[in-house]
């Protein structure tokens, strides 16, 4: 049987890839270099609002909703559930290095100082690894693990708690 709660949370992650697939063309070094304009800076604000209304809110699901109700047969300090809640401070880590840069980047006028662009992109390309590998974890491990496990009751009132916090996605 398959489980809605694992379905739902693996559509957000298909969500929250779309938005880094831009996000890795925005870093994308044309020339060798990664160039910067005003042009990019505010398709760069577009793309990191987006990706926040996204990534928190599947965010708040894992660590309110389904990692605690995975703890009944995981436990909560070590293992996959306590790597998969470091990813989570690492990721929001990389989120608050991006909301830093959003400002100086977004807004026309000077040319942004190289070290702010090189911070940007790091933290950029370090936000998409991490989240690529958390999926990779969850999609691959915790989630057959989990399928297996969870009551179909349990799975249900997850669902419906997830669906509460979603709001509608835009293209």
């Not at 693996?10 to 890795?24: C, G, N, S, T």
């Not at 505010?42 to 793309?47: C, G, K, S």
Request: hydrophobic content about 40%; aromatic content about 8%; glycine content about 6%.
């Amino acid at each position: 049987m398959a489980s809605r709660s694992i379905e739902h949370l693996a559509q957000d992650h298909r969500e929250v890839e779309k938005v880094l697939r831009e996000l890795e063309l925005l870093l994308r070094p044309q020339g060798g270099a990664l160039c910067w304009s005003v042009d990019k800076g505010q398709a760069f604000a577009r793309i990191l609002r987006r990706f926040t209304e996204r990534v928190l809110p599947h965010l708040m699901k894992e660590e309110h909703l389904f990692y605690p109700a995975l703890e009944e047969f995981l436990p909560r300090d070590e293992g996959p559930l306590a790597v998969l809640r470091g990813e989570h401070e690492e990721l929001r880590a990389q989120i608050y290095c991006l909301r830093k840069a959003v400002g100086p980047l977004a807004q026309g006028g000077e040319q942004p100082a190289l070290e702010l662009v090189k911070e940007f992109q790091q933290a950029g390309l370090n936000a998409v690894r991490i989240f690529r590998d958390h999926v990779y974890k969850e999609e691959n491990i915790l989630f057959p693990m989990v399928a297996r496990r969870l009551a179909p009751e349990k799975d249900a009132d997850l669902f419906r708690r997830m669906e509460a916090i979603t709001g509608g996605y835009e293209s």
